[in-house]
């Protein structure tokens, strides 16, 4: 049997995975801050490209 939710419910998990994902974003950037450290050789870049790929797949799926 379901279990009805009300729209609270779904508000305050909306809010939970909204925290979640700033959450993750803080993260991103301080591991963005620190990737390379001193050295930075082409496979760094690479890794950037492959990270901006993926934050564009996450900008277009959000409109």
């Known amino acids: 049997m ?3 939710t ?3 419910d ?3 998990a909306y ?4 925290e979640e994902i700033t959450n993750l974003m803080v993260n991103i950037q ?4 620190r990737h ?3 050295s930075v050789h082409w496979g760094h870049v690479g890794d ?3 990270v901006e790929e993926l934050l564009g797949q996450i900008d277009e799926f959000l409109g």
């Open 2 to 4: 379901h279990r009805r």
């Open 6 to 8: 009300s729209n609270k």
């Open 10 to 12: 779904a508000q305050k």
């Open 15 to 18: 809010r939970k995975k909204q």
């Open 30 to 33: 301080r591991k963005l801050r």
């Open 36 to 38: 390379a450290g001193e």
């Open 48 to 50: 950037l490209g492959h």
